[in-house]
C-alpha cells in the first residue's frame, strides 16, 4: 500500500466509529475537546499538503473529470448544510458569524472544525 492508500483507509478506520456511534448511540455528547484536536490534527494535515503541493492544489483533483467534479459539489453541499445548523447557533453566543462563514466558504473543514470547537467552548461557558 501506498502512504495515499494508508492514509485513504486511516480516514474510513477513524470515522467508522464516529459514525456508528452517530448511528446507534442514544445520546450525543458534544466535545469542544475532541473537536478542537481534530481542528488541530487537520490543519498540521492541510499545512503539509499546502507545502508540498500549494495552495490550489485541489483545483485539478475537481475539474480533471466528473467523479472529481462530483466530490467538489459533495464538499460545497457538506459545509452549506453544516453551516445551515452551525449558524443559529453560532449567532445564540455571539459569534462573528460572517467571518467564519467566510472563512468556511474559503477553506472548509479548515475552518469549519475550528467554528465548532468554538461554538461547543462557548454554549459550555454560557450554561455552566
Known amino acids: 500500500m501506498t502512504t495515499l492508500d494508508i492514509l485513504f483507509v486511516a480516514?474510513?478506520?477513524g470515522a467508522l466509529p464516529f459514525v456508528l456511534f452517530?448511528?446507534?448511540g442514544r445520546q450525543v455528547q458534544e466535545s469542544f475537546?475532541?473537536?478542537?484536536?481534530?481542528?488541530?490534527a487537520f490543519w498540521v494535515f492541510s499545512a503539509i499538503t499546502i507545502l508540498r503541493e500549494g495552495v490550489l492544489g485541489f483545483v485539478p483533483n475537481h475539474t480533471v473529470n466528473?467523479?472529481?467534479t462530483q466530490v467538489w459539489y459533495d464538499l460545497v453541499i457538506c459545509v452549506v448544510v453544516a453551516l445551515t445548523f452551525i449558524v443559529p447557533r453560532a449567532?445564540?453566543?455571539g459569534m462573528n458569524v460572517?467571518?467564519?462563514v467566510i472563512a468556511c466558504g474559503l477553506s472548509a473543514s479548515i475552518a469549519l472544525l475550528?467554528?465548532?470547537a468554538?461554538?461547543?467552548w462557548l454554549e459550555r461557558r454560557t450554561t455552566s
Open 98 to 100: 460572517p467571518l467564519w
Open 22 to 24: 452517530l448511528a446507534f
Open 118 to 120: 468554538r461554538l461547543f
Open 66 to 68: 466528473l467523479w472529481g
Open 11 to 13: 480516514g474510513i478506520a
Open 114 to 116: 475550528p467554528m465548532v
Open 91 to 93: 449567532r445564540a453566543v
Open 33 to 40: 475537546l475532541l473537536v478542537a484536536l481534530l481542528a488541530g
